[in-house]
């Protein structure tokens, strides 16, 4: 069974501050993707990590991904209020060609950023 | 405007009465999957489905069905529901591109509650 924990599961940080999310999972994937959370909203996509080494960046966001090691960080550079949020590492589960199939979510960190 | 509808976004019923919540895309996309989110688990997965007529268990099958005669449509039926099915419910579609899958887009939510 597939195992996907994030850490830390709270954070309050001051603007300006750089942290950096992990996530970690339990069998080889090579597929990962990070997803946002505003509160009572749905959630909203980020990124896509396809391959080991990968890396994207949106704004303060950073995302890579080492399958290897299989962890994935989530960067934030210069904390801003509006990053305030809760963000979800998802990992799928595809072993057969055509496209993946099951996937698991952690249980999500949530980010204070505080003015 | 592209897309994720659910139906209806609010709903409390009786444990024992049979419910339906619809889901609609507008995306042709091929993937379409429903989660469960509770506090302190994140999000788990329902059922899934890669195309029409084709679906597949996800971690959390228990107590529900799904449907997948249309390739927009992918409705989460619950027989007879129980309390511990009150929860917010998603639904996400995604395109599938080969074997490389694509980030998952949300819909807004169903909240359920079971009495």
Same mark, same amino acid.
């Given at each position: 069974?597939?195992?996907?924990?994030?850490?830390?599961?709270?954070?309050?940080?001051?603007?300006?501050?750089?942290?950096?999310? *992990?996530?970690?999972?339990?069998?080889?994937?090579?597929?990962?993707?990070?997803?946002? @959370?505003?509160?009572?909203?749905?959630?909203?996509?980020?990124?896509?990590?396809?391959?080991?080494?990968?890396?994207?960046?949106?704004?303060?966001?950073?995302?890579?991904?080492?399958?290897?090691?299989?962890?994935?960080?989530?960067?934030?550079?210069?904390?801003?209020?509006?990053?305030?949020?809760?963000?979800?590492?998802?990992?799928?589960?595809?072993?057969?060609? /055509?496209?993946?199939?099951? &996937?698991?979510?952690?249980?999500?960190?949530?980010? @204070?950023?505080?003015? | 405007?592209?897309? &994720?509808?659910?139906?209806?976004? *609010?709903?409390?019923?009786?444990? $024992?009465?049979?419910?339906?919540?619809?889901?609609?895309?507008?995306?042709?996309?091929?993937?379409?999957?429903?989660?469960? @989110?509770?506090? $302190?688990?994140?999000?788990? @997965?329902?059922?899934?489905?890669?195309?029409?007529?084709?679906?597949?268990? /996800?971690?959390?099958?228990?107590? *529900?069905?799904?449907?997948?005669?249309?390739?927009?449509?992918?409705?989460?039926?619950?027989?007879?529901?129980?309390?511990?099915?009150?929860?917010?419910?998603?639904?996400?579609?995604?395109?599938?591109?080969?074997?490389?899958?694509?980030?998952? *887009?949300? /819909?807004? /939510?169903?909240?359920?509650?079971?009495?």
């Amino acid at each position: 069974e597939l195992k996907v924990e994030q850490n830390p599961l709270f954070l309050s940080m001051q603007e300006g501050k750089n942290y950096t999310i *992990y996530c970690n999972y339990s069998t080889t994937s090579d597929r990962l993707y990070w997803y946002r @959370q505003d509160p009572g909203k749905s959630l909203e996509s980020l990124f896509v990590l396809l391959s080991n080494g990968a890396v994207k960046q949106e704004g303060r966001l950073m995302a890579s991904l080492d399958t290897k090691a299989r962890l994935s960080t989530l960067h934030i550079t210069a904390a801003v209020h509006d990053l305030s949020a809760t963000y979800f590492c998802a990992v799928d589960m595809s072993r057969n060609s /055509g496209g993946y199939q099951k &996937v698991t979510f952690g249980i999500g960190t949530k980010l @204070q950023v505080i003015p | 405007e592209a897309q &994720v509808t659910q139906n209806p976004r *609010y709903l409390i019923t009786v444990t $024992g009465k049979k419910l339906t919540v619809t889901c609609s895309q507008n995306m042709n996309h091929e993937y379409m999957s429903w989660y469960r @989110q509770d506090p $302190g688990l994140g999000l788990r @997965q329902i059922y899934y489905s890669m195309n029409v007529e084709v679906t597949d268990k /996800g971690d959390v099958p228990e107590g *529900y069905k799904v449907s997948r005669k249309e390739k927009r449509n992918f409705p989460l039926i619950l027989e007879s529901p129980s309390p511990n099915q009150t929860s917010l419910y998603f639904c996400a579609s995604s395109r599938q591109a080969g074997a490389a899958p694509n980030e998952q *887009y949300f /819909g807004p /939510g169903t909240r359920l509650t079971v009495t």
